[in-house]
């Protein structure tokens, strides 16, 4: 990476030092389990977090609006500001962002933490901490369904996979108006939770059949649900947006089934990296097909306004606390996906070396 002077000055001049973290653990376990997600490769020691909120230990002589302190969330993504993508709003593209926890860069599950000070977002007094970490993954979800999907109110949502990210895309779409929230999962455990947190009604896919391919299994399970839940291609029964959170090469694929004509289809969930999709489909459809990386301007703010004004409940997503010497096995049991109570994992948090917090 170069950034040359503008680098030092961001680090030197408008920096701040956070304390007491909070971090999430899906995206890690990818980390600990394959040493990689995508392209980006494990290849040295790493440390873990970026799902993070803090207390401010020290401020930088430019830095005006935080004091040693205040309670902030942190964005954890720091851009080179002057890339053709910074300059045009996308900044979640700038080819040299670092990123905590992305290789080569360490990330937040740590005492001290240097952050530019714009990345960080002072939290009302009546949110936690646990809520400031949570809002990485709400405004991962803000993004793909406000920001690249511009949802409208009233229109009608279905959500593929109801892990931690796809429950909070049901959440924004609840609080932004959406008439239909459907969550879909091969987990019934997960539907039960998805119900009672934000979505309107839930859906089980059927098996696969033996010889079936997945193609054919796609548009068979789209047929079902369209039946089911009462899904037309058009009119006020259409889907006008669907968010795929699992990655599941089945979901892609069933996703753009179901879609309405001239719909909306946004790819959340990272799995394998080459898929069958059905293009005819895609195409005939006219379909907005957009692919959703991390977040970008606004999203933050967004985040915290919804959980502010009490439209979106970070709480029930924390399933489980451990210290920051229980870290291993907090990544242990969200690699497992439940404690050994039995109890299933959400978010799993870690407090600081100090007090709180590193979400996983």
């Known amino acids: 990476m170069n950034r040359g002077l503008s680098q030092k000055s961001l680090m030197m001049r408008s920096s701040l030092r956070s304390r007491r973290l909070v971090s999430a653990v899906p995206m890690y376990v990818h980390y ?4 990689r997600i995508g392209q980006f490769i494990v290849e040295d020691p790493m440390v873990l977090g970026h799902e993070s909120a803090g207390i401010v230990s020290k401020v930088g002589p430019k830095v005006k609006h935080l004091k040693p302190g205040d309670r902030v969330a942190m964005e954890p993504g720091a851009t080179c500001r002057v890339c053709e993508d910074c300059k045009r709003g996308r900044y979640e593209l700038c080819p040299d962002i670092v990123f905590a926890a992305t290789p080569p860069y360490d990330g937040t599950l740590a005492r001290y933490y240097p952050i530019p000070a714009d990345l960080c977002y002072k939290l009302p007094d009546h949110l936690t901490l646990e809520d400031g970490a949570m809002m990485e993954p709400l405004s991962v979800a803000i993004h793909a369904v406000a920001n690249l999907a511009g949802l409208r109110a009233n229109q009608t949502v ?10 909070l895309c049901m959440a924004v ?17 997960r539907l039960e939770f998805a119900k009672s947190f934000a ?28 039946e089911k839940l009462g899904i037309e291609e058009r009119g006020k029964k259409a889907i006008d947006l669907v968010v795929e959170a699992s990655g599941a090469e089945v979901s892609i694929q069933t996703g753009i089934f179901i879609a309405r004509t001239g719909g909306t289809f946004v790819q959340l ?4 990296p080459q898929v069958v999709i059905p ?4 195409l005939t459809k006219e379909l907005n097909f957009k ?10 703010e967004l985040a915290i306004a919804l959980v502010e004004q009490g439209k979106i409940d970070l709480k029930p997503l924390i399933t489980h606390r451990f210290t920051f010497d229980q870290a291993i096995e907090a990544f242990e049991t969200t690699k497992v996906g439940k404690s050994p109570d039995g109890k299933p994992v959400i978010k799993a948090v870690i407090s600081g070396p100090d007090v709180p917090v590193d979400v996983i």
Do not use: W
Request: aromatic share 8%.
């Open 291 to 300: 692919g959703s990386f991390r977040y970008g301007p606004g999203d933050y």
């Open 269 to 272: 969930g990272m799995g394998a």
């Open 279 to 282: 293009i005819t489909t895609l």
């Open 158 to 167: 279905v959500v593929f996979g109801a892990g931690p990210v796809g429950l």
């Open 173 to 189: 779409a609840k609080a932004l108006g959406a008439s239909r929230v459907i969550a879909v999962d091969i987990v019934p455990s």
């Open 199 to 226: 979505a309107t009604e839930i859906y089980v896919p059927p098996p696969l059949e033996q010889g079936e391919s997945r193609i054919t299994y796609s548009e068979r399970n789209a047929n079902a649900m369209k």
């Open 32 to 35: 600990l389990v394959a040493g």
